[in-house]
Every structure is written in structure tokens, then in C-alpha cells.
């Protein structure tokens, strides 16, 4: 765990009571370990364009392919 000394504002420190109210947490430390983990699945998870998703998807239902063995394999694409 990693200890911190921080200086906000006025107004952060409001709205960390609130979410400390709100999801009853037991400390402000908390608070903000909630608002990083929200921040983390809102703004840094990738998101994937429409296009690579239409390809997925279409990739997704088409017939697979088999080839038995690795020697078919070699001999199919070599």
C-alpha cells in the first residue's frame, strides 16, 4: 500500500465525502480508490472502432476450417 500526503480542493473534498457517503466506505482513502477504478473502466479501457467489431463478428460466424493434422496444415499453405 502506498501512503501520500495530497493537497485538494475544497470542492474535491466535498465530493469525496459524498461518494464516501454514499457507498458507505470507511475512509477517504477509499473514496478515491473507488474513483480510480471507475476512472480506469470509464476512460482507459480501449474502446474498439466499428469496423474491427463488424469484422469480429463476421470472422466470428463463418465456417471454420479443418485441416486435420500439422503436416495437412503444411501442405495446405504451403
Known amino acids: 500500500m502506498v501512503?501520500?500526503?495530497i493537497s485538494i480542493s475544497d470542492e474535491s473534498n466535498?465530493?469525496?465525502n459524498v461518494i464516501k457517503a454514499k457507498y458507505a466506505l470507511?475512509?477517504?482513502?477509499a473514496a478515491i480508490d473507488l474513483m480510480a477504478q471507475?476512472?480506469?473502466e470509464l476512460?482507459?479501457?480501449p474502446?474498439?472502432?466499428p469496423a474491427y467489431v463488424?469484422?469480429?463478428v463476421?470472422?466470428?460466424?463463418?465456417?471454420?476450417?479443418?485441416?486435420?493434422?500439422?503436416?495437412?496444415?503444411?501442405?495446405?499453405?504451403a
Do not use: C
Open 3 to 5: 501512503q501520500a500526503i
Open 14 to 16: 466535498n465530493v469525496l
Open 26 to 29: 470507511k475512509d477517504k482513502s
Open 38 to 40: 471507475q476512472y480506469e
Open 43 to 45: 476512460v482507459l479501457e
Open 47 to 49: 474502446e474498439l472502432r
Open 54 to 56: 463488424k469484422r469480429a
Open 58 to 77: 463476421k470472422i466470428g460466424t463463418e465456417k471454420p476450417v479443418r485441416v486435420g493434422s500439422a503436416a495437412a496444415l503444411r501442405a495446405r499453405y
